[in-house]
């Protein structure tokens, strides 16, 4: 489930990326006039599959394929899913790339871009502005505008038309480049999972503000159900080493308590972007945050910690705060329960500052990734016929439809004593890593829904509701409906663009005296008011003059 990486870690190596690709900017110019316009757009093969619902004869294509598992024999050239592809589709694999991992798929596309290698006819791009942008600069892709508005499916469309912020990464002179990939909305959104047996033993209530978790913290401390003594416990467990608007252990609730999200571009009260961490609110939350160091709620050790180690803390029973998403019942919430016997754990909403402001980041757009076409492709709407067949078939399957089970019997579902399951542990060489070129196919509100649903008590009655029973835990339901009981508070970050020119020479720099700042103010050896000066400092740094280039971008790609 979790999928999600900020987009400052990109950054951080912007300088690298760039040299790495050096000249990739003009490779359009070097191979002559871009034509990033289709020519089979509507072409007699293409009208006929998609009026039969494959090709016929099959057509050959290259694609990117990232490393699965394979069992009963299978291959990475020859497995259930190509198998199926082909007799389903019409369509099969030629020349494509089998990376080994994300880090070497990232490396041969660099390195394509920038000696002119040729591209597969239908490239997945992870979410990362910087790459996307330099793909289409290299002048091997198309603009799928046209196909998009004659394939996509209903289901993409729609979703498209309802957040059309989705396009902003994609987007150059007007043109759109990529196939979205959708993924499930506010799977990511911040919560607080809080040790639920602690809050019984001590009769405490859910926090409706931060003063209420703070008493919560302060008993959690203080007068630990579990007979701990105060130094043994750290109430909130967080993560400070890289990221604090990240996916586990993050801080963006509090800063939303007082206004802003930090690491994140929000909209000021006149609709233009501003940087969050440089809001007045920061100073505030960073006071507080200062304030709870000194009081021992917060770990010394969080300044060290990553998003799986702040975790570990709560975890090993020393912690009693979470902030996390939906799906820690998944992970790690299991080791909590083994290493602390008679523990419980569950989902609370995110509290109210002292002037009733509440606030989270939000999981932009429901988009986990996205597809690029070749130029060259001599089926450019090939992807559109198989994507489409997965949301209309898999996404969310029909009663009785061959997929009601899961997608192929004897690998993620059998029959197991007269009766169909999912179940890995009754399924001989169980396995759900299917190479779909797209990955799985998601409406991105059906997870959520599905899961309000079924903590409301309503029996599941479609194949995918019976499926998310079986799968997610009931405090994984009761999660998402506390997620959806907030949905209003979620902040979009609207920066999705590449580094803008300042960026590329000054943020590394700007984000280091940010992190820098804040850990020293939480930890006592910054005054707080030493947040004026940082902010005068970034803005004179050339924070002013990439906030103006943000806002220049914004503009552009949310132009009518």
């Known amino acids: 489930m979790i999928k999600f990486k900020t987009w400052w870690s990109l950054l951080m190596v912007i ?54 598992k394979y069992v009963q024999g299978d291959t990475k050239e020859n497995n259930v899913h190509d198998r199926w592809m082909l007799e389903t589709l019409g369509m099969k694999h030629k020349d494509t790339w089998y990376p080994a991992n994300d880090d ?29 942008n330099q793909l289409i600069d290299s002048g091997q892709f198309i603009a799928i505008d046209e196909l998009f508005d004659k394939y996509a499916s209903q289901t993409l469309k729609d979703h498209a038309a309802a957040h059309p912020e989705l396009w902003y990464p994609f987007t150059k002179d007007g043109k759109k480049y990529n196939m979205p990939i959708m993924e499930y909305t506010d799977n990511d959104d911040t919560l607080l999972w809080l040790r639920e047996d602690w809050m019984e033993k001590l009769n405490l209530e859910a926090p409706k503000t931060i003063a209420d978790l703070e008493n919560i913290m302060d008993k959690f401390k203080n007068e630990n159900p579990d007979g701990l003594s105060p130094d043994k416990v750290f109430p909130l467990a967080i993560s400070l080493k890289n990221n604090t608007n990240t996916w586990m252990g993050q801080l963006d609730w509090l800063f939303g308590a007082y206004g802003t999200i ?29 304030e709870w160091m000194e009081k021992g709620y917060i770990h010394t050790d969080s300044a060290l910690w990553d998003e799986g180690k702040s975790a570990e803390s709560w975890t090993a ?36 500052g002292p002037d009733g402001k509440i606030g989270t980041k939000w999981q932009n757009s429901g988009v986990n990734a996205s597809i690029m076409i070749n130029k060259d492709a001599k089926h450019p709407e090939a992807i559109f016929l198989y994507y489409n067949y997965l949301l209309d078939n898999l996404a969310n399957p029909a009663a009785g439809s061959e997929y009601e089970y899961g997608f192929a019997k004897g690998y993620d579902w059998d029959i197991i004593d007269g009766q169909p399951t999912s179940d890995k542990e009754k ?26 649903k079924l903590a409301n008590g309503e029996k599941p009655e479609t194949p995918y509701e019976k499926q998310m029973a079986e799968f997610r835990k009931p405090e994984n339901w009761y999660a998402g409906k506390v997620v959806m009981s907030q949905i209003d508070i979620r902040k979009q970050n609207y920066f999705t663009g590449a580094a803008t020119p300042t960026m590329v020479s000054k943020w590394n720099l700007l984000r280091q005296s940010e992190m820098e700042t804040f850990n020293k103010i939480i930890y006592g050896q910054l005054p707080v008011d030493a947040f004026d000066q940082f902010v005068a400092n970034w803005k004179s740094n050339g924070g002013d003059q990439i906030t103006q280039e943000v806002n220049e971008w914004f503009k552009s790609v949310s132009a009518k």
């Open 317 to 352: 029973g020393k912690a009693g705060i979470l902030p996390g998403a939906n799906w820690v019942p998944d992970w790690p919430a299991p080791d909590l329960l083994k290493n602390v016997p008679g523990s419980k754990y569950k989902a609370y909403p995110v509290p109210a």
């Open 427 to 452: 399924i001989k060489d169980f396995s759900n890593e299917f190479p779909f070129l797209t990955g799985p196919a998601r409406i991105p509100d059906l997870y959520m829904k599905t899961l309000v």
């Open 104 to 132: 070497q798929y990232r490396q041969k596309l660099q390195l394509a871009i920038a000696s002119g290698e040729k591209l597969p006819d239908f490239v997945s791009v992870p979410t990362n502005a910087v790459l996307t």
């Open 15 to 68: 300088a690298l990326i760039t040299i790495t690709a050096c000249g990739s900017g003009d490779t359009a110019s070097d191979n002559g006039t871009k034509d990033d316009t289709p020519a089979t757009v509507g072409s007699a093969e293409a009208e006929a599959a998609f009026a039969k619902g494959k090709y016929d004869p099959p057509i050959e294509f290259s694609s990117v394929l990232m490393p699965k």
């Open 262 to 290: 930090e690491e994140q571009w929000n909209k000021d009260a006149n609709g233009n972007l501003e940087y969050g961490s440089v809001n007045p609110g920061a100073k505030q939350a960073l006071a507080k945050l200062a």
